[in-house]
């Protein structure tokens, strides 16, 4: 994957999850959307090269996509379900990401500290802690946009 590929990824998704929302009667949530879809394209021009940096560093691998408490079965090795597995192209992502967006699951489960604390572990074990992104919700994908944003 390329850096533009990847940047463009983001701007569609982002864009995306603005015209679903936008397309709601709730004109408070559609005036909301807007705001957010705002920052987060001017958050993707504004450091792009942080997000280039990680295609640069081969960062970016097959994950899950939508990696929720319930996609994980905590055994001896833990076993994560449920990917998506019809398109390949949307399971390439940054762990970083998709581990983001595990903590706003946890955070919602009113579980904070666990998530926090798998950010913790992934760092330690992979020794790649990379610079947040400042953005209200996370992208791609909106998946988790949505559920960051209602």
Known sequence: MTTDVYRDRFRRDILESRREVVAEDDASMADRSREVADRLLSALAKHASLLDARIEERR????????????????????????????RDFRMLDPADELSFLVLECARLRA???????????????????????????????TGADTACR
Do not use: K
């Not at 500290?113 to 996370?138: K, N, T, V, Y």
């Open 112 to 142: 904070p500290g666990l998530g926090e604390a798998i950010l913790g572990i992934r760092a330690g074990l992979s020794g790649d802690e990379p610079a947040p992104l400042p953005h209200p919700c996370r992208p791609p994908g909106r």
């Open 60 to 87: 970016i691998v097959e994950g899950h996509r939508d990696l929720r408490a319930e996609h994980i079965c905590l055994l001896d090795e833990p076993v994560v379900i449920d990917c998506l597995e019809f398109n």
